[in-house]
């Protein structure tokens, strides 16, 4: 095997359009859907679908991007000679061809059955009585269960290699978990082909030196060096992925077979082993990130907590970020969470997200994926400009330095400010054991200045009359007033009443149609048995949805 088989598993975009983010479906799981009377009476019984498209033109090539189950009814088949049409449709790329009968041919031409027999097109017989739009539901119901499945499956081996990283020998453990997740052979190899860890099954000698050579390809420090890297040999898969840093490792993989989310669970591995094999990192910058890193990855609170508490985020460590104590010395220290997004729309890359987590003081930073926010996670409490300081009992006290300071009094914490070109949303002081909470609460406050159109919005504690009701009360209450409604009717009708009842800017905050809002509002008002123009109503609602 030479290094020019050995392709990134990327491919180029000059070479084929990106797939859609769902699994394919294999033709034999349509065909097993008995309800659909379909029928494969030519080409292989084994495809799979990436798309359902429907065409009656000649030619539908232009318009195929590959993988799709093409369904027609042979309206201009008369004029088209069937031989070059399922050759174009091969060309293509098209998966399958679903032939419907009646009214336009009483069964499937015999001459498109031998062309799709000389050409391998698996061809369909659809039913006259099976419209193509329950064909079409049918595909996109069996990717909605494989991409769950799929999801199901990453979650797991998230959570799973998250928590083999918090052990104390951080980096087998989670070359053994990932063997176990993959079936396979897991090795973190160096630039030269030596092997530090490994876990799992070893393949055979071939198999291995091929693997030892694609580490090699995706470590070398020059120009074009792949992310990543997959070849087969004599059954076996192998990919490999350089790890972050500049330390020149690589984790290698070799599996009897690839199922989907494989490559994400990998990808999940690899920024683990970067941390976690950073040797030039500071230990108070490792612990931060890889802190993130399992927060984000759904490990309990507790199990990071130690590693942040070393960050000098405490009451008077003198490399906190932010110049703030935010309670008493024996209270858990408070945290909050910002949301932020490119106010032209453009995605933020590593290097823009982490200048905006300096700028704030914090280097846990997020960068998020394509229209995902930026998450920034800050040591303190955080406030908008203007804001007043209140002590440890609620009492409005002058800023410090000022004359007769209570001596239990909270240190100012720095303000919030917007930033140029950011568009920020930042949750209230939150303990590091609700920060699954606060993410959501920052998320809200993104969408909530967005909407208005505000530079940074700051998601404001329960205050007022409202603070004075009992926490599992109002909680209690909030859920059986609440019961009624899903959780997407809830965050609109949240987002909405946030908004002052504004249908454009609620369906800006939401991504969705105006005609949509009020659709959902609709329903609310029908479920809750309530009239939403009643102020009465609207405080109410308010308050059991700030306490939900």
Not at 24 to 48: F, K, N, Q, S, Y
Not at 53 to 77: N, R
Not at 81 to 105: I, K, Q, S, T
Not at 113 to 137: K, M, Q, S, W, Y
């Amino acid at each position: 095997m030479d290094e020019s088989s050995m392709l990134p598993s990327t491919p180029s975009p000059s070479v084929t359009a990106p797939g859609p983010p769902t699994p394919p479906v294999p033709l034999a799981a349509l065909l097993a859907r008995e309800e659909l009377g379909l029928r494969r009476i030519a080409g292989p019984a084994d495809a799979d679908l990436l798309w359902v498209h429907t065409s009656e033109m000649a030619d539908p090539y232009p318009y195929l991007l590959g993988g799709e189950l093409l369904l027609s009814a042979g309206v201009l088949l008369t004029d088209t000679d069937p031989e070059r049409y399922v050759a174009r449709l091969v060309e293509a790329g098209a998966a399958a061809l679903g032939f419907g009968v009646r009214p336009v041919h009483e069964s499937v031409p015999e001459a498109l059955v031998e062309a799709c027999d000389r050409h391998g097109l698996p061809l369909l017989e659809v039913p006259p009585e099976t419209p193509f739009t329950t064909i079409a539901r049918a595909v996109w119901r069996l990717m909605a269960e494989a991409r769950h499945r799929e999801l199901r499956r990453v979650t797991r081996a998230q959570q799973a290699l998250a928590t083999a990283a918090a052990r104390p020998d951080p980096v087998p453990a989670v070359l053994h978990r990932l063997a176990a997740r993959l079936a396979g052979r897991a090795v973190l190899l160096t630039a030269r082909g030596e092997e530090l860890h490994a876990a799992g099954r070893s393949p055979s000698p071939e198999a291995t030196a091929a693997l030892t050579r694609l580490a090699h390809l995706v470590t070398r420090d020059r120009p074009g060096t792949p992310a990543s890297a997959t070849d087969t040999h004599g059954g076996t898969h192998l990919s490999a992925y350089p790890l972050g840093g500049g330390e020149g490792l690589a984790l290698a993989l070799a599996t009897d077979r690839r199922e989907p989310g494989d490559h994400t669970v990998a990808g999940i591995a690899v920024v683990l082993l970067s941390l976690l094999a950073a040797r030039h990192q500071g230990s108070d910058a490792a612990d931060r990130s890889a802190a993130l890193v399992r927060l984000l990855l759904g490990a309990p609170p507790a199990e990071v907590a130690p590693l942040l508490a070393g960050t000098g985020a405490g009451p008077g460590e003198e490399d906190t970020p932010r110049s703030v104590v935010h309670t008493r010395r024996e209270e858990e220290p408070l945290w909050t969470v910002v949301h932020a997004r490119r106010t032209d729309g453009t995605r933020a890359d590593p290097l823009t997200a982490g200048a905006l987590g300096a700028s704030l003081g914090s280097p846990l930073v997020d960068a998020g994926q394509d229209r995902d926010a930026v998450r920034v996670l800050l040591p303190g409490a955080v406030r908008e400009p203007g804001d007043v300081v209140r002590d440890s009992r609620g009492a409005v006290r002058e800023p410090q330095g000022t004359a007769r300071e209570p001596r239990d009094a909270v240190r100012e914490p720095s303000p919030l400010a917007p930033h140029p070109g950011w568009t920020l949303g930042a949750s209230s002081p939150t303990p590091l054991s609700d920060l699954a909470a606060a993410d959501l609460r920052a998320a809200r406050a993104l969408a909530h200045a967005e909407a208005t159109r505000t530079p940074l919005t700051v998601d404001a504690p329960v205050t007022g009359l409202a603070a004075l009701i009992p926490p599992d009360q109002a909680a209690a209450h909030a859920r059986a007033l609440l019961a009624p409604l899903t959780p997407p009717l809830a965050d609109t009708l949240r987002c909405w009443l946030s908004l002052h009842g504004s249908w454009d800017r609620t369906a800006v905050a939401l991504s969705v149609h105006r005609n949509t809002v009020r659709q959902r509002i609709g329903r609310c008002a029908e479920l809750l048995g309530m009239d939403l123009d009643d102020m009465d109503v609207r405080a109410e609602l308010w308050f059991a949805l700030r306490r939900e």
